[in-house]
C-alpha cells in the first residue's frame, strides 16, 4: 500500500470540494490523504472520512496549549474536528512564513503528543542542488528527527521540481530517498512531491524505494488524482 497525498493549497469552495470528492473514485487500495484548507477541514472529515480516504491539515501551530496565538490553529483543535494526518514543512511554508527546522519539528511533536500523524516535508533548492550539497542540507533537515523512535512519514520535494514540470531522475529520487532511510534505524516512509501527475506516478510509485506521492497542482482535478491513486 502506498499513500498518495494531495495538496489543495489555497485553492477551493464549499462547491469546488464537494464537486471533487463526489467526482473522485476512490477505488484504490492506496491510502489517500487529502490535505485541504483549514475551513474546510471539520465538514470534510464528517462527510468524506472514510477507512482509505483521510482528511489532512495543510499546516499547524507549533503551541499546542491554548493562548493569545490569534489565528493561529493547534493540533488539539485538528484533534478535536477528527483530523488524523498534518502537512509540515512545506517548501512554501519554510518561504513564506520563514517556518526552520527547529519549528517545524515542535509541530511534529505536538502532532505526536494528540495521536495525529505528520506528512514532514523536506527538499533543497536549485541552487543546494547545484552546489552538490543536497544530501547534507537534507540531513540537516532532518536532524532533530533521528531521535525519534515512530515511524516517520517525510515527503521529499525538492524545490527546484514543484510547479516547473521537471523532475528529478530515478537515479536522483533513489538516493535522496536512500539517503534519508539510512538515518533511521525504525520504518521510515518517503513519499516523493514535485511535479507529479498521472503521466509520471506510475513510474514514481514503482521505484524501490518510494512509498507514496505528495501532488499539488494535479490534485485540484479529482479524475486526475484519482488516476494518480490507482497507479
Not at 56 to 74: E, H, L, M, R
Not at 189 to 198: R, W
Request: hydrophobic share 40%; aromatic share 10%; with cysteine.
Amino acid at each position: 500500500m502506498k499513500i498518495i497525498a494531495a495538496n489543495f493549497k489555497m485553492n477551493g469552495n464549499t462547491q469546488f470540494i464537494r464537486n471533487w470528492f463526489s467526482n473522485f473514485n476512490t477505488d484504490t487500495e492506496n491510502l489517500v490523504v487529502v490535505g485541504l484548507p483549514a475551513i474546510y477541514l471539520e465538514n470534510s472529515v464528517r462527510n468524506f472520512n472514510t477507512s482509505n480516504l483521510k482528511i489532512a491539515a495543510q499546516n499547524v501551530s507549533k503551541f499546542n496549549i491554548p493562548g493569545a496565538y490569534t489565528g493561529q490553529i493547534s493540533p488539539a483543535m485538528l484533534k478535536d474536528v477528527g483530523v488524523e494526518f498534518c502537512i509540515i514543512g512545506h517548501s512554501e511554508a519554510r518561504d513564506y512564513f520563514s517556518e526552520d527546522n527547529e519549528s517545524i519539528y515542535e509541530k511534529y511533536s505536538c502532532l505526536k503528543s494528540v495521536n495525529i500523524k505528520s506528512i514532514v516535508c523536506i527538499g533543497e533548492s536549485l541552487e543546494v542542488r547545484e552546489a552538490k550539497n543536497q544530501l547534507n542540507f537534507i540531513s540537516d533537515q532532518i536532524e532533530k528527527f533521528k531521535t525519534m523512535e515512530d515511524e516517520i512519514i517525510f515527503a521529499y520535494e525538492p524545490i527546484w521540481a514543484i510547479g516547473t514540470g521537471l523532475v528529478p531522475t530515478q537515479d536522483q529520487i533513489e538516493e535522496m530517498s536512500c539517503h534519508i532511510k539510512s538515518h533511521f534505524s525504525q520504518k521510515i516512509s518517503v513519499l516523493y512531491g514535485g511535479s507529479v501527475n498521472s503521466n509520471n506516478s506510475s513510474e514514481i510509485l514503482n521505484m524501490k524505494n518510494i512509498d507514496g506521492v505528495l501532488v499539488g497542482g494535479a490534485s485540484l482535478n479529482a479524475e486526475e488524482f484519482a488516476n494518480i491513486a490507482q497507479s
